[in-house]
């Protein structure tokens, strides 16, 4: 089974940033559209951004002009870059490539503290 690797989540002050890193074994990603997503306390998942297969770049509102997905062809990794991080923002953030297979990565934590 294809393993999802999300990396560089932490505690981060009310204002500060964070990048994420998210890889798949086995060339996974080459070629798809891939999403971000998180899941706040309730568990509650929600989408937060994707890049498509094309290059073009999707924002949810609450994220629009804080957040930028970028992608690394060579090395086939997905970045979330997060700026201007707000409490709301806090949750275990996970990727995935489109459509959404059954299979989840564990996900990276994302504190911001007040």
């Known amino acids: 089974q294809v393993q999802l690797v999300e990396s560089g989540g932490g505690l981060v002050q009310v204002g500060g940033s964070l990048r994420l890193s998210c890889a798949a074994s086995?060339?996974?990603?080459?070629?798809?559209?891939i999403a971000w997503y998180r899941q706040n306390q309730w568990r509650q998942r929600e989408w937060v951004a994707t890049?498509?297969?094309?290059?073009?770049?999707l924002y949810a509102v609450p994220v629009k002009g804080r957040f930028i997905v970028s992608r690394d062809h060579a090395t086939d990794t997905v970045y979330l870059q997060m700026n201007s991080l707000q409490p709301d923002d806090a949750g275990v953030y996970y990727c995935?490539?489109?459509?959404?297979?059954?299979?989840w990565g564990q996900g990276t934590q994302v504190t911001v503290s007040s």
């Open positions: 995935n490539k489109l459509p959404l297979p059954d299979y």
């Open positions: 890049i498509v297969s094309n290059g073009h770049e």
């Open positions: 086995g060339n996974d990603f080459s070629g798809k559209s």
